[in-house]
């Protein structure tokens, strides 16, 4: 390919002697000879090399090389001078100048330098490709880096949930061993204690303070019997019937008990229940699951707050999500509140999650939640279709 050469100057003798020779030599030559049109020329045409002259009306050949290795940096620049000082020769070089030559000049020196100057932009242009390609092979390299990174923080993030969702079941599992032996022995002994308390209620009917004291042992009696139950309903399955139920109304029945305790408290309710596909379980088990969480956020909320409940599926799961504008839930809690007996309320059991995350994984689901103290925690559920 033949290279191309674009000469500035304005005798015309040169420009004819000059592009003669350099055509003979098997250059592509255009000629030019004053400053401002070279310009558009080598914006169109893209020549490797211009040979400037100096000395030129309208726009000297120094501005003209400021302008040109400002607008073309791939574009080299050889000067023409009559000019043979030390202090030109230094300002044209660090104006960008490749090379300066002295006017009059011999054919065989000109093609020699422009030859010359050519190899040194050819390899100038190629190590500049070559830091580019290093550039972006580094960019690459680092963004792959990034990638690695995220993706093991991923997988890091999910192996500790398994791990943790593991340590949760064995705990059931534990759980469900115990606490059938307890209910068992303490149910006996209870169910006397009971018995014998309201034969003496009956015996202190003209005794009203005494009868007070017999009420709050059968109640208290009663308590520690629904205590039971409640730990008996974290592990251990209670009867069920497998049917063909919509989330979205077990969701709305679920609900229902909570209306009037909403809008006491001046909860926003926010639903969005989009169509899903039906899935096969027991609403009552599930209903359970919604209630716990509906409960939760409201006791987060007894000043007010917005309660948010979507329902949206994909190609795999039915998703429910289910947030609260509370008062969240310390980072260092987020890894207990599934566990049996854990609960931050004076008088909670610290059961219903423990419910929840049975009965989620009692249907292949999968659970998470996120929270941020003062600005509430959200829930999200992933049952699966099949």
Known sequence: MREKLLIVDDERMILELTSMVLTSRGFDVSVVDNAPDSYALIEREQPALVLLDYMMPKVNGLDALKEIRTRFPETYVIMFTGKGSEEIAVELMKAGASDYILKPFSNAKLVERIENILRIRSIELHNRELILEKERLLDEIERWNRELEERVEEKTAELERAHHEILL??????????????AHEIRNPLNSISLFAQVICTGLENEPEMQSYSDKIISETERIDAILVKLLSTSKRSPFQLRTIYIADVIEKSLQPFLEQIQAQEIVLQKQLLQTPSILADADELGLVFSNLFSN??????????????????????????????GGILEDHLNEIFDPFFTTKERGTGFGLSVVLRIVKTYSGRINVESEPGKGTTFQIWLPLA
């Not at 079941?169 to 307890?182: I, V």
């Not at 000043?303 to 947030?323: E, F, I, R, W």
Request: proline share 0%.
């Open 297 to 326: 956020a409201l006791f987060e909320m007894k000043q007010g707050g917005t309660l948010s409940v979507t329902l949206v599926h994909d190609d795999k799961d039915v998703v429910v999500t289910v947030s609260d504008t509370g």
């Open 169 to 182: 079941t064995e705990k059931l599992a534990a759980l469900g061993h115990l606490s059938a032996g307890m």
